[in-house]
């Protein structure tokens, strides 16, 4: 009596197994090349992993495959990208709004892809944009707004992407002020509100709005 159950039962699982994959084979084939394309590229590109990333564009995108170390240089500054919001999904072209991971910076994505198998990428591009409406970060209280930026400012210190000092003021009161990281890493002397330090060609920036603020 047991032989035939089981067998039964086996071959349910059997049947059951090959339909889920039969279903997932069908779910990939309904998202366009394009679409796949970009998101195969995101999740090459967010893995920070230089095989990763080399391969898939040897594969799919071969004239950029040269430019790798470029792309991890642009994965350590930016954190990766999160998909925020599909704006187009057709068989050759896909465009997305983006947003770094590592701060509040939004893109477009756009892919096209190649009509023929295996759709390679024929264009690839991404650009800044100001955040959209829809994601517009809302307003903090001042309490709020000093405790997001200082729980960033350790997060990027542990995470060894920042070092320096940070100061907030307003109405000409110091509201907000800590130091994060070494001076001396050798010495392991620790940065002070009062270390100075070389800014180079930053001081440009400062003049610039100087000059801004007296014309206006």
Same mark, same amino acid.
């Given at each position: 009596?047991?032989?035939?159950?089981?067998?039964?039962?086996?071959?349910?699982?059997?049947?059951?197994?090959?339909?889920?994959?039969?279903?997932?084979?069908?779910?990939? $084939? =309904?998202?366009?090349?394009?679409?796949?394309? +970009?998101? %195969?590229?995101?999740?090459?590109?967010?893995?920070? !992993?230089? /095989?990763?990333?080399?391969?898939?564009?040897?594969?799919?995108?071969?004239?950029?495959?040269?430019?790798?170390?470029?792309?991890?240089?642009?994965?350590?500054?930016?954190?990766?990208?999160?998909?925020?919001?599909?704006?187009?999904?057709?068989?050759?072209?896909?465009?997305?709004?983006?947003?770094?991971?590592?701060?509040?910076?939004?893109?477009?994505?756009?892919?096209?892809?190649?009509?023929?198998?295996?759709?390679?990428?024929?264009?690839?591009?991404?650009?800044?944009?100001?955040?959209?409406?829809?994601? $517009? =970060?809302?307003?903090?209280?001042?309490?709020? +707004?000093? %405790?997001?930026?200082?729980?960033?400012?350790?997060? !990027?210190? /542990?995470?060894?992407?920042?070092?320096?000092?940070?100061?907030?003021?307003?109405?000409?009161?110091?509201?907000?002020?800590?130091?994060?990281?070494?001076?001396?890493?050798?010495?392991?002397?620790?940065?002070?509100?009062?270390?100075?330090?070389?800014?180079?060609?930053?001081?440009?920036?400062?003049?610039?709005?100087?000059?801004?603020?007296?014309?206006?």
């Amino acid at each position: 009596m047991n032989q035939p159950i089981k067998a039964e039962a086996a071959l349910a699982c059997v049947m059951l197994l090959t339909a889920t994959q039969l279903l997932r084979g069908q779910a990939q $084939a =309904t998202i366009p090349p394009a679409e796949q394309q +970009a998101k %195969a590229w995101l999740a090459a590109f967010n893995s920070g !992993d230089r /095989a990763t990333l080399f391969g898939y564009l040897k594969t799919n995108y071969p004239s950029f495959a040269e430019h790798v170390d470029d792309e991890l240089g642009f994965r350590a500054m930016t954190g990766g990208f999160q998909l925020m919001k599909m704006e187009e999904s057709t068989p050759s072209r896909f465009a997305a709004l983006v947003k770094e991971k590592d701060s509040d910076q939004f893109g477009r994505l756009v892919v096209e892809v190649e009509p023929a198998l295996p759709h390679r990428i024929s264009r690839f591009e991404l650009r800044a944009i100001a955040t959209p409406a829809e994601f $517009a =970060t809302p307003r903090m209280s001042q309490p709020d +707004a000093i %405790a997001a930026f200082q729980k960033d400012l350790e997060h !990027d210190s /542990a995470s060894d992407r920042f070092s320096g000092a940070a100061l907030i003021a307003k109405d000409g009161k110091v509201v907000f002020e800590q130091a994060y990281g070494m001076a001396d890493r050798e010495k392991k002397i620790p940065n002070q509100v009062t270390t100075q330090f070389r800014i180079g060609s930053m001081n440009k920036m400062f003049t610039a709005v100087s000059i801004m603020e007296l014309v206006q």
